[in-house]
């Protein structure tokens, strides 16, 4: 098992250290392994961190992060709730999608129409 420490984690995902280290403050993190007060992460730490920045750029408020994981704590009997909840992110994600391959459709025709007056 490779550990790693906070800087390399953070340049990793792309986040900063003081990113990871709200997570951890809010309880969407830990607790984190510490060796002589240094942060040690584990494998299961970055799936976790990986999970939140996945969910958190499909548009899921970090609340609603923090509560999937409270729940996700809870066990087996959680199940349907989480998957209720991850499926109604999928459909909030899609639309985004769909309203943004509108948009960007609707600029490529600007920008042709603008072309022509040229």
Known sequence: MRI????????QFNVSTAT????EREGLLGPINRVNGIR????????RIDFILCVKE???TLAQIKHFLAIYQKGDDTIEERLTILQDQLVQSEEKVNQL????QHLKTKIEDVKQLM
């Not at 040690?40 to 799936?47: G, I, R, T, V």
């Open 4 to 11: 790693l420490k906070i800087d390399a984690v953070a340049k």
């Open 20 to 23: 990871i280290r709200y997570y």
């Open 40 to 47: 040690q992460f584990a494998s299961s730490d970055l799936e």
């Open 58 to 60: 499909c548009g899921m």
């Open 101 to 104: 391959k509108r948009s960007i």
